[in-house]
Nanobody, 119 residues
Framework: QVQLVESGGGLVQPGGSLRLPCAAS????????MGWYRQTPGKQRDLVER??????NYADSVKGRFTISRDNAKNTVYLQMNSLKPDDTAVYYC??????????????WGQGTLVTVSS
């Protein structure tokens, strides 16, 4: 079983920065894809940024401001968010597609962390 735990959310002023960690635990042989999504009340969950293999897809609204990265030794994925805007306010969800040691492919979601951008 693989679990994801996000943290790092909170209140930040417009123009500020936050880094969201997503720690993965459990039996992981390989991380095949990693991504961050966000959702506001009454709306669908939208892609923020996702990396699969050597390619990365971004939402147009975050290009140049948000960056996804990972620390393999810690099995942790990060979303660095700079120049935050009030429109970035949302619950942010981490998503991984992994291969387990028994070569099962799993799609795993975290529980979400709230980011509020406001003065």
């Amino acid at each position: 079983q693989v679990q994801l735990v996000e943290s790092g959310g909170g209140l930040v002023q417009p123009g500020g920065s936050l880094r969201l960690p997503c720690a993965a635990s459990g039996s992981i042989f390989r991380i095949n894809a990693m991504g961050w999504y966000r959702q506001t009340p009454g709306k669908q969950r939208d892609l923020v940024e996702r990396t699969t293999g050597g390619s990365t897809n971004y939402a147009d609204s975050v290009k140049g401001r948000f960056t996804i990265s990972r620390d393999n030794a810690k099995n942790t994925v990060y979303l660095q968010m700079n120049s935050l805007k009030p429109d970035d306010t949302a619950v942010y969800y981490c998503n991984l597609r992994v291969t387990t040691p028994s070569f099962r492919s799993l799609e795993v979601w975290g529980q979400g962390t709230l980011v509020t951008v406001s003065s």
